[in-house]
């Protein structure tokens, strides 16, 4: 299973740009990159999956360079009700299960 | 449309006893995943179902079980609760067996004293 690695927190304002990195280095040629989002108390909610270069949303945007590497989850505009945990998953779901790690917890602050 | 469903929202037990969680995935989907999520972590995977038959099983001791019925529900079964066991058990389903967009629950929160 390809682990990711992300940071464990980040700040924001109201209004900005935010962009998560993910590192996942030993990533397999059928792995997909998904994120999911979720709020305290909830389940997770899927945001966006990508498999290279980028792919966008309503909601956002993910970023993914030619090695496949890394991926990028960018929130244009985050307002306070982004503020949850932001979850980088990679795998190809067909015979072995996704892993979420401990994510990245956004505060967006007024 | 009715996402997922799961009943109870809140349990409490008492260490040794059983428990049974119940999902109802969203309709015409037909793999539903069990998740456990402790406080501060991230969901761990315990079981996948696909068309009534197990597909995939975390690292859960036997302790836990589950299955799926015909019209697609599933059950998760835990026995002789620990207070290890206290967590959010999370339901997901996605329209095949390939998991990769999965639509959650809203989760059963487990209390074990």
């Not at chain 1, 994120?35 to 945007?61: C, D, L």
């Not at chain 1, 360079?65 to 949850?84: C, E, G, I, M, Y």
């Not at chain 2, 469903?5 to 428990?19: D, F």
């Not at chain 2, 996605?94 to 989760?107: A, I, K």
Request: charged letters at 15%; aromatic letters at 10%; glycine letters at 8%.
């Amino acid at each position: 299973l390809a682990k990711t690695t992300q940071p464990i927190s980040m700040d924001s304002y109201e209004g900005q740009e935010v962009n998560i990195t993910c590192s996942h280095n030993n990533i397999a040629t059928n792995d997909y990159i998904t994120w999911y989002q979720q709020f305290p108390s909830q389940g997770p909610r899927f945001i966006i999956q990508g498999y290279k270069t980028k792919v966008t949303n309503e909601v956002a945007s993910l970023f993914i360079p030619a090695d496949r590497k890394s991926s990028t989850l960018s929130l244009p505009r985050v307002s306070l009700s982004d503020t949850a945990v932001y979850y980088c998953l990679v795998g190809d779901s067909g015979n072995t299960p996704l892993v979420f790690g401990k994510g990245t917890r956004l505060s967006v602050i007024a | 449309d009715a996402g997922v469903t799961q009943s109870p929202t809140h349990l409490i037990k008492t260490r040794g006893q059983h428990v049974t969680l119940r999902c109802s995935p969203i309709s015409g989907h037909k793999s539903v995943s069990w998740y456990q999520q402790v406080l501060g972590q991230g969901p761990q995977f315990i079981f996948q179902y696909y068309e009534k038959e197990e597909r995939g099983r975390g690292n859960f001791p036997d302790r836990f079980s589950a299955r799926q019925f015909p019209n697609y529900s599933s059950e998760l079964n835990v026995n002789a609760l620990l207070l290890g066991d206290s967590a959010l058990y999370l339901c997901a389903s996605s329209l095949n067996r390939v998991v990769r967009e999965q639509y959650f629950g809203p989760g059963t929160r487990l209390t074990v004293t």
